[in-house]
């Protein structure tokens, strides 16, 4: 019996049913691009851990970073008793986070933690109630970050009710929608403005490129068009850069992609090289609204974190990892398209940098991007090519076969996404697109 057959069962003794895992080997050891399980075997990484490593695992600085600070002090709550780390991480966000004027920083332990955060100050800073998220959209597990997500199964299929006040617009989805970044913006705008009223909208929470609905690129047009009509409305623009931010598309955060400058900006996962810490950072009028006391936690900015992260971004700095990001654009673009040219249930294939996917439809469905007048009006559903989950599932299935870890998403659950650690060579991921060849069959 293989260490990871016996592990196996002896978490099924002992974890919740309720947390599942991709695969059933259990990990040994991982750096650079590669994770070893606990029976020698290799898998090539193009989840970096849902974008968290983008640093690589164990990455030399992190590692140190970590057991300096854990042998000064490893805990004692920055509303307690506070220490320099925390205050660098803040200055560093405050720099690198698109907006030329002031800003201010508050320090959490999660990517849902984080955007209840922003929901919070929105809501304090412009007394007003309504927040506007969008079709397809995912920003957590917690009740008010489950009501903010757009997909029921499996992360909202009977956990309610969920909070209130909370309204969903269309998002601009090229692939099905067809239409412009201006002309969807429009859309959207007009179903906020009749169902909501502008007056009640205290934040516009979106991802620069949705993740777990399907790594969907909005047109552009669209992220700038709902951003000045946020501002003539007096409402917060809230980018969620939990899963696109710290260089993952080739640039720091991509709202700077359209030179939009959110009011908020939700950061997480890729900040500290896999140790848990997320943040808010926003204009400092907007910041400071919320009074003293009001936002915090236990474990917020945690030292260890703290440390990690500022060993990550130097890394991030010192290995351009920006243009790594980019570098692996141009290695994976090419070879994605020219197997979507392949293999006709490959409907679209899409992203930006080191944020990559491909769509799997049923070939010869309908023909993606139609649109029905009713659509345009704001009702009914799309046309576009049917979507294909059970061939998704089989292609990640013959991945993980031949030792490629790779993740599905997508409202429709059938897009397969390609994150890798930023810090991947050629040679590996030239393996990695092999072994992705292989099981597109």
């Keep these: 019996m293989s260490l990871s057959s016996d592990l196996h069962k002896r978490r099924t003794a002992a974890v919740a049913r309720g947390v599942s895992s991709m695969i059933t080997s259990y ?35 992190v590692v140190e970073a970590v057991r300096r600070q ?49 929901v919070k100050i929105a809501r304090h800073a412009t007394g007003r109630p309504a927040v506007v998220v969008f079709d397809h959209a995912y920003h957590g597990r917690t009740n008010l970050t489950m009501a903010l997500t757009a997909k029921s199964m499996p992360y909202k299929h009977r956990f309610g009710p969920f909070a209130g006040e909370v309204y969903r617009v269309p998002m601009s989805y090229p692939f099905r929608d067809g239409l412009s970044g201006p002309d969807a913006a429009a859309l959207a705008i007009n179903t906020i403005e009749k169902q909501v009223g502008a007056d009640q909208v205290a934040a516009v929470l979106i991802e620069p490129i949705q993740g777990e609905g399907g790594f969907v690129v909005p047109a552009p047009g ?30 720091w955060f991509a709202s700077t992609f359209e030179g939009v400058e959110p009011d908020l900006v939700t950061t997480a996962k890729g900040i500290a090289g896999g140790l848990p810490l997320a943040a808010v950072t926003g204009r400092a009028t907007v910041m400071d609204a919320v009074h003293p006391g009001g936002l915090g936690g236990t ?68 023909t993606p991007g139609t649109l029905t007048a009713e659509r345009v009006h704001g009702r009914g559903a799309p046309l576009g090519a049917t979507p294909d989950p059970a061939r998704t599932a089989a292609i990640q299935k013959a991945a993980h076969e031949a030792g490629l870890l790779l993740l599905t998403c997508g409202t429709y659950s059938n897009v397969i996404r390609f994150l890798p650690p930023l ?19």
């Design 222 to 251: 669209f992220l700038s068009s709902l951003a000045a009509w946020a501002r003539g409305a007096g409402a917060l623009f809230v980018a969620d850069e939990i899963q696109t931010g710290f260089c993952r598309t080739g640039d």
């Design 299 to 366: 474990y917020g900015g945690n030292p260890i974190a703290c440390a990690a992260a500022l060993a990550s971004i130097e890394t991030m700095r010192e290995l351009d990892l920006n243009a790594a990001a980019r570098r692996i654009e141009s290695v994976m673009l090419p070879r994605l398209r020219d197997l979507a040219g392949k293999h006709p249930f490959v409907g679209d294939v899409r992203g930006r940098g080191a944020m990559l996917a491909m769509e799997i439809v049923v070939p010869g469905s309908a």
């Design 423 to 441: 810090v991947m060579d050629d040679e590996t991921l030239g393996r990695a697109l092999d072994r992705l060849e292989s099981a597109l069959g």
């Design 27 to 61: 990990v040994d050891h991982a750096a650079g691009g590669t994770l070893s399980d606990v029976d020698g075997r290799e898998w090539i990484d193009l989840a970096a851990g849902i974008a968290v490593t983008n640093v690589g695992n164990s990455a030399p600085r």
């Design 70 to 118: 854990a042998e000064r002090f490893t805990h004692t709550c920055f509303m307690i008793a506070p220490y320099e780390s925390y205050v660098a991480v803040c200055e560093q966000l405050n720099a690198l986070t698109p907006g030329a004027f002031e800003k201010r920083s508050a320090l959490f332990s999660s990517g849902a933690e984080a955007v209840e955060n922003a």
